[in-house]
């Protein structure tokens, strides 16, 4: 092969390669300004739901309350007990954390629910209305608690509206009002994709912020 075919050989390989790098560079840009985009996105979107600095001695206080109850060994506590007895425990539990949270509970009931739900929060006008089931203070005794804490901080977000003891943020109590006039809950078991938006909605993640943060370590 004659050096002009050569050298045209290598130019156009070279051009190939030069070609690839940087298609292969404009992507790794792309995909690292995506990635950078969604960062901050989700960082926003966090903000969001983050627990307030009028939450911190609400969890304080919520926390002394669990410790005092649930330590040392929850699941030693509650071992021996039979359903009445387990009945009687976590409504101790759910007194004394409603009590620290500053929630008024008009009635607490054990038993079953709708299929996907371990506990519900219900308002009859401003009458709080709670129900743990059975299943979960019986098969899961920590999970029964992160739920009752659950529960009373729906409480806590309905209560707000009429009676605001806390001093939230008129814009943390307007992303919960909308979500209330426009719960999934109702219909949070009919599809997974319906579970998942009902999982996601502010007040259902602002429940289960709160929930982690007054059981860290505790239970």
């Known amino acids: 092969m004659d050096p002009i075919s050569i050298g ?19 992507a790794e840009q792309r995909k690292t300004a995506e990635i950078e985009a969604l960062s901050q996105a989700l960082e926003r979107y966090a903000s969001q739901v983050a627990l307030e600095p009028v939450d911190r001695p609400i969890v304080e206080a ?18 021996d007990m039979d359903l009445a007895a387990r009945r009687e425990f976590f409504a101790g539990i759910v007194r004394n954390v409603a009590r620290a949270m500053q929630v008024d509970i008009k009635s607490l009931s054990f038993g079953d629910l709708d299929a996907g739900h371990i506990g519900r929060c219900r308002n009859e006008g ?18 029964a608690v ?13 209560t707000s509206f009429a009676d605001d003891r806390w001093g939230f943020s008129d814009r943390r109590k307007a992303q919960w009002l ?40 505790i239970i």
């Open 8 to 26: 045209a050989i290598i130019v156009l390989g070279l051009s190939i390669v030069g070609s690839y790098v940087y298609q292969k560079c404009r």
């Open 62 to 79: 919520v926390r002394r309350e669990l410790a005092s109850s649930c330590t040392p060994r929850l699941e030693e506590k509650v071992k």
């Open 126 to 143: 401003f009458d709080i209305h709670l129900t743990i089931t059975d299943a979960v203070i019986m098969a899961d005794p920590r999970r």
């Open 146 to 158: 992160y739920t009752i804490c659950h529960e009373l901080r729906h409480a806590q977000q309905f």
């Open 178 to 217: 909308s979500e209330y006039v426009g719960t999934a809950s109702a219909h949070a078991s009919e599809s997974e994709a319906m579970f998942r938006a009902y999982r996601c909605q502010m007040i259902e993640l602002d429940a289960n912020n709160f929930a982690s943060a007054v059981t860290k370590n």
